[in-house]
Nanobody, 127 residues
Framework: QVQLVESGGGLVQAGGSLRLSCVIS????????MGWFRQAPGKERKIVAGISASAGRTYYADSVKGRFTISSDNAKNTVYLQMNSLKPEDTAVYYC????????????????????WGQGTQVTVSS
């Protein structure tokens, strides 16, 4: 059974920074595409950032480009989301996700492409 464990969420003032971490454990295989999603109250869950199993390709939502950075450490089965210059509109529950992939270069951007999900961690940005 695959499990994803997130950490790093919290309360921060606008302009501040947080780093989220996600560790995947259990029965792992050769390649996983990793991603971060977020869901604000009353809104749908949306992709924030994704990274290929090779770490050679990344994707960012337009709203976070230049502020957020996704990275991975395959040896540790860990993915990170560094969030800088946080804004109140970044407030949401953030979810880590992993998807089985046939390619080490693919980045998945839709929820249906992911197979495993973390429990979510709250990020609150005050003004």
């Amino acid at each position: 059974q695959v499990q994803l464990v997130e950490s790093g969420g919290g309360l921060v003032q606008a302009g501040g920074s947080l780093r989220l971490s996600c560790v995947i454990s259990g029965r792992t295989f050769s390649g996983y595409v990793m991603g971060w999603f977020r869901q604000a109250p009353g809104k749908e869950r949306k992709i924030v950032a994704g990274i290929s199993a090779s770490a050679g390709r990344t994707y960012y939502a337009d709203s976070v480009k230049g502020r957020f950075t996704i990275s991975s450490d395959n040896a540790k089965n860990t993915v990170y989301l560094q969030m800088n210059s946080l804004k109140p509109e970044d407030t949401a529950v953030y979810y880590c996700a992993a998807g089985r992939t046939y390619s080490i270069w693919v980045v998945a951007t839709s929820q249906s492409e992911y197979d495993y999900w973390g429990q979510g961690t709250q990020v609150t940005v005050s003004s």
